[in-house]
């Protein structure tokens, strides 16, 4: 089955500063990769999502890249904001019947 | 925050208790599935379900059961079985062929076992 390793597990920048956040998948028959922010004690929610036949997708301080071939997806988030202050989680799907999820990666956010 | 709910908000239970979770939609979605959330271990499937009257074991099924009588609804019940229930759980649903599209989460229920 599919194996999604999502790293770092904890990133902590200075607002205004960019975030990276990357995930790595192993079946090469996944195609969809979804991003979900979950605030504490809430549910998670879509914030950007990128298909295969797509290399980079843009929602303004959001971008997520797509590298097919090394089987690995970034989540960019520039001129961060203490309300970004989240746990992300990457997923991929398409190759198993249901989408395998990351770990998770904290980011705080410092004013 | 509508289309998708959960209770109760906070559970507590007993040892050699079983509970239910419910989950309820109303966004007419063929899928449904249940998370468990633990710290430092993301979202781990126990159940899913993509059509009524049918669903399948996730990854850690062992310890609890689903019924799917209704399209709207997927109730999670977990078993005296499962011998470390606290967690928080996690209903979604989403359109059929749900790897293939956004999941929409409810709100979670946090079980705690006394």
């Known amino acids: 089955g599919e194996n999604v390793e999502q790293h770092p597990s904890t990133l902590s920048v200075q607002e205004g500063d960019s975030a990276v956040i990357k995930c790595t998948y192993s079946?090469?028959?996944?195609?969809?990769f979804p991003w979900y922010k979950q605030e504490l004690g809430k549910r998670p929610q879509l914030i950007i999502d990128i298909r295969s036949n797509v290399g980079e997708k843009k929602d303004q301080r959001i971008a997520v890249t797509l590298n097919k071939t090394a089987k690995h997806f970034s989540l960019h988030i520039t001129e961060t904001q203490p309300e970004d202050s989240a746990v992300y989680f990457c997923a991929a799907g398409g190759g198993s019947y249901i989408p395998t999820f990351g770990r998770g990666t904290s980011l705080i956010v410092h004013p | 925050d509508g289309g998708i709910t959960q209770s109760p908000k906070y559970l507590f239970r007993k040892e050699g208790q079983n509970v239910t979770l419910s989950c309820e939609q109303n966004?007419?979605?063929?899928?449904m599935y249940w998370y468990r959330q633990d710290p430092g271990q993301g979202l781990r499937l126990i159940y899913y379900?993509?059509?009524?009257?049918?669903?399948q074991k996730g990854d850690i099924a062992e310890g609890y059961s689903v019924s799917r009588e209704k399209k709207e609804s997927f109730p999670l019940t977990v078993t005296s079985a499962q011998k470390n229930p606290t967690a928080f759980y996690l209903c979604?649903?989403?359109?059929?062929?749900?790897?293939?599209?956004?999941?929409?989460f409810g709100p979670g229920t946090r079980l705690t076992v006394l």
């Open positions: 966004l007419n979605h063929d899928a």
């Open positions: 979604a649903s989403g359109l059929a062929g749900g790897f293939y599209n956004e999941q929409f």
């Open positions: 379900s993509q059509i009524v009257n049918d669903f």
């Open positions: 079946d090469s028959a996944s195609n969809y």
